[in-house]
């Protein structure tokens, strides 16, 4: 989904609302744990630009942007690791009272 200030991937709707995952441009330095980075060929087939990545930690929004591309069923799979992998360590952290929300 393309929006006016960024770029998501839908990877889910529940009672209604998206389950977005933010595209983090090449320009924005700060990588998160969460983040995936795509290659090429997934970039060029989802119509992303090069060199960038998918923060694997989803918020709800609105499908109010553009459809942009689509991105392989390998590649859904993947963000649907990283996901429930960041979701493990964020429980983990805060089982402790050390994670953050």
């Not at 795509?38 to 992303?48: K, P, Q, V, Y």
């Not at 493990?88 to 929300?101: A, D, P, T």
């Amino acid at each position: 989904m393309r929006f006016k200030r960024r770029d998501s991937l839908c990877v889910g709707i529940v009672s209604g609302l998206s389950l977005l995952c933010d595209i983090m441009p090449a320009t924005e330095n700060t990588w998160h744990r969460a983040d995936l980075p795509l290659s090429m060929m997934e970039c060029a087939s989802a119509g992303l630009r090069p060199d960038v990545r998918i923060r694997c930690w989803p918020r709800f929004g609105l499908m109010r942007g553009n459809v942009s591309g689509r991105a392989s069923n390998a590649l859904l799979i993947a963000v649907d690791g990283r996901v429930q992998r960041e979701a493990m360590l964020r429980q983990f952290e805060n089982s402790f009272g050390g994670g953050h929300s």
